[in-house]
C-alpha cells in the first residue's frame, strides 16, 4: 500500500578534505581522517568529521579510495585488486620505457594514477594531470618514488640520495641530497595537509621536513629485511615503516595490529584505511593482508549480484540471530515493505510517489525524475520496512547513488510513529561525495551528528550497530563513527526505511537530472 511519507530530517554539510621491485612508491589520496567534535549547546548537535581515502607507501603499489589497489611492474604493467579501475599503463600502450617503472601514486578521487621511472619520466592516466619530470634531466641518483600532495594538484619525487624533485602545487621543504646517508632513500610519505613529508632509508633512517614531525626509526636497529615502504597515520602524528618481510615498526600514534614478517613473505608495501585506522600488507603476489580485518560482514562475494556481494548468511555476525535478509529479486516490494507516496511533512516543497520505488534488475531502485502526474515536478521514491520492527540490533544495507541531487537516506523510525528519535545511518544530502550519520534525540530535537566523505557513486555496505549502550555506524565493515550518550540512544522498537528526497525549495539537494538510489540487499540482525 502508498503510505503518508515520514518526516526526514536532513542538513547541509561540507565534506573535508578530507617480476616486481621492492622500491617505495607513497600515495596520499585524501587529508587524512581529520577528526572535528565540536558541540553547539543551543542545539545539542555534535559533529564529527572523518574522511575516508585509503593510501599507502611501497614497491610499486598505490591504494584506490573506493578500497582496492594497484601493483605495477618495472615494465608498466598494471595489475588492479579489488575494483579498483584500470586507466591505462606504458605495458598496455606499448610504449617502450627508456628506464624501469620504479614508483605509483593515485589521485585523491581514484581516477587516475601516476606511473614515475628510475629516470623521473612521469606517465599520468586517468584524471592525474602532467606537472613535469625529471626524464630529460641528469640526476646524481635514481628516482626510488614519489608521493601525490592531497589535493592532486602536484607531485614529490624523491631519488635514493634523498633529493626531491617538486612540480604542481608540491612545495619544496628540504631533501638529503647533500648529506652522506648509511643507506639509500627508498620511499617518502607526505603529511596530511601537504605542508612536509619524509623520507625513509632501507635500514629505517627517517628525515622529516616541513611539518612532517620526527616520532622515530630504525636507523640504529639491525634489521631482518630492508624496509621498502612507509605510510602516515590519519591525523599525521605518526607512521608506520614495513619491511620486505612483512615486518611492522611503528612509531607516534600508529598502532602495531600485527605483521607478516617470519612467514617467509615478500611484501612490497602498506595501505592505510582512515576510516578503520588500520592497515593492509600487499604481498609481490598481489595478495593483501589486513590488519586488524574488518569489524563487521561485508557480505559474502558474488559476481552475478549488481553489487559484486550478496546478503551475508544467518551466522555472519556473532552472537546475533538474523531477523530478516532480503536480495530483491522479482518485480515487486517484498511484503512487509511499503512506498512513500505525499509531501514531507519537514519539506512540503517535496514530493514521493509510490511509482518511484521499483524493484528490477535485482535491485530496490528509487528514482527521482520530473514526473507529469506531479505537475512535472521532482518526484522521489522512498519504501519503509513498516512490517518488521524491533528493539536494538544490527542493519546492513548495500547501497549506491547514481549522482548528485536528490539526498538519499537510510535511516531507523520509531514504530509508534512519535518522532524523535531518529537514527539517520547514512544521508548524502545530495552529493556523491560524502554521507552524515546523525542520531536524533529528545523533545526538542537534539542532534548527534558524525560526517563521511567518500565515493557514493560506488557500492558500499552501510551498517548501524544499535544496542542499549552504543550506536555505531559502519561502512564496509568498519567502523566510522559512534555514538555512547545513554540519553542520546533510543530504546523503542524501530523500522528500517530507505528514501531519496529533495529539497529543492531550501535551495539545496535538488536534481538537475534523475537520478537512483540503488539497493542491492538488505540484512538485519538481533541479539
Known amino acids: 500500500m502508498d503510505r503518508e511519507p515520514r518526516r526526514a530530517w536532513a542538513r547541509p554539510w561540507l565534506s573535508l578534505l578530507g617480476g616486481l621491485l621492492l622500491l617505495v612508491v607513497w ?40 578500497g582496492g589497489y594497484w601493483t605495477t611492474t618495472e615494465g608498466g604493467a598494471v595489475t588492479e585488486y579489488d575494483g579498483a579501475p584500470v586507466f591505462g599503463s606504458p605495458a598496455l600502450a606499448g610504449v617502450h620505457l627508456n628506464q624501469p617503472i620504479v614508483g605509483m601514486a593515485s589521485t585523491p578521487d581514484g581516477g587516475g594514477y601516476w606511473m614515475v621511472a628510475s629516470d623521473g619520466g612521469i606517465f599520468s592516466y586517468g584524471d592525474a594531470a602532467f606537472f613535469g619530470s625529471t626524464g630529460s634531466i641528469h640526476l646524481n641518483q635514481p628516482i626510488v618514488g ?6 592532486g594538484g602536484g607531485y614529490w619525487m624523491v631519488a635514493s640520495d634523498g633529493g626531491i624533485f617538486s612540480y604542481g602545487d608540491a612545495a619544496f621543504f628540504g631533501s638529503t641530497g647533500s648529506i652522506h646517508l648509511n643507506q639509500p632513500i627508498v620511499g617518502m610519505a607526505s603529511t596530511p595537509d601537504g605542508g612536509g613529508y619524509w623520507m625513509v632509508a632501507s635500514d629505517g633512517g627517517i628525515f622529516s621536513y616541513g611539518d612532517a614531525a ?17 605510510a ?11 619491511a620486505s618481510d612483512g615486518g611492522i615498526f611503528s612509531y607516534g600514534d600508529a598502532a602495531f595490529f600485527g605483521s607478516l614478517a617470519g612467514g617467509g613473505n615478500s611484501v612490497l608495501g602498506i595501505i592505510v584505511n582512515p576510516l578503520a585506522r588500520n592497515y593492509t600488507l600487499v604481498e609481490t603476489t598481489g595478495t593483501a593482508v589486513s590488519f586488524p580485518p574488518a569489524s563487521y560482514p561485508i557480505g559474502t562475494v558474488e559476481s552475478s549480484e549488481p553489487s559484486g556481494y550478496g546478503p551475508m548468511g544467518a551466522n555472519a555476525l556473532p552472537g546475533y540471530t538474523q531477523t530478516y535478509v532480503n536480495d530483491f ?15 514531507p511533512g519537514s519539506d512540503p516543497g517535496a514530493q514521493f510517489g509510490s511509482a518511484h520505488a521499483v524493484v528490477s534488475g535485482g535491485m530496490l531502485q528509487l528514482n527521482t525524475w520530473r514526473d507529469p502526474a506531479y505537475d512535472n515536478e521532482w518526484v522521489t521514491g522512498g519504501v519503509c520496512q513498516c ?8 542493519y546492513f544495507v548495500r547501497s549506491r547513488v547514481t549522482g548528485t541531487g536528490p539526498t538519499q537516506v537510510e535511516l531507523l523510525w520509531p514504530v509508534a510513529n512519535d518522532w524523535p528519535p531518529e537514527v539517520d545511518f547514512n544521508e548524502t544530502s545530495g552529493t556523491t561525495t560524502g554521507t552524515s550519520a546523525t542520531v536524533h534525540f529528545g523533545a526538542t530535537n537534539g542532534e548527534d551528528q558524525r560526517t563521511l566523505s567518500i565515493d557514493m557513486t560506488q557500492w558500499h555496505t552501510w551498517g548501524v550497530i544499535w544496542s542499549p549502550s552504543s550506536i555505531e555506524y559502519t561502512v564496509d565493515g568498519h567502523v566510522w563513527g559512534i555514538v555512547t550518550k545513554a540519553s542520546e540512544i533510543p530504546d523503542q522498537p524501530m523500522t528500517l526505511d530507505l528514501q531519496q528526497q529533495t529539497w529543492c525549495a531550501s535551495g539545496w539537494a535538488c536534481p538537475t537530472a534523475p537520478q537512483s538510489m540503488q539497493v542491492d540487499w538488505v540484512a538485519e540482525y538481533s541479539r
Open 146 to 151: 614519489m608521493a601525490s600532495t592531497p589535493d
Open 214 to 230: 620526527f616520532f622515530g626509526s630504525t636507523g640504529s636497529v639491525h634489521l631482518n629485511q630492508p624496509i621498502v615502504g612507509m
Open 232 to 242: 602516515s597515520t590519519p591525523d599525521g602524528a605518526g607512521y608506520w615503516m614495513v
Open 329 to 343: 529479486t522479482g518485480t515487486a516490494l517484498p511484503a512487509g515493505w511499503d512506498a512513500y507516496s505525499g509531501a
Open 387 to 394: 512490517g518488521h520492527g524491533q528493539t536494538y540490533g544490527a
Open 27 to 66: 600515495t596520499i589520496v585524501g587529508v587524512g581522517d581529520q577528526a572535528r567534535a565540536s558541540t553547539d549547546a543551543s542545539r545539542l548537535i555534535a559533529t564529527s568529521d572523518t574522511t575516508l581515502s585509503e593510501y599507502g607507501g611501497g614497491a610499486l603499489v598505490a591504494a584506490d579510495p573506493s
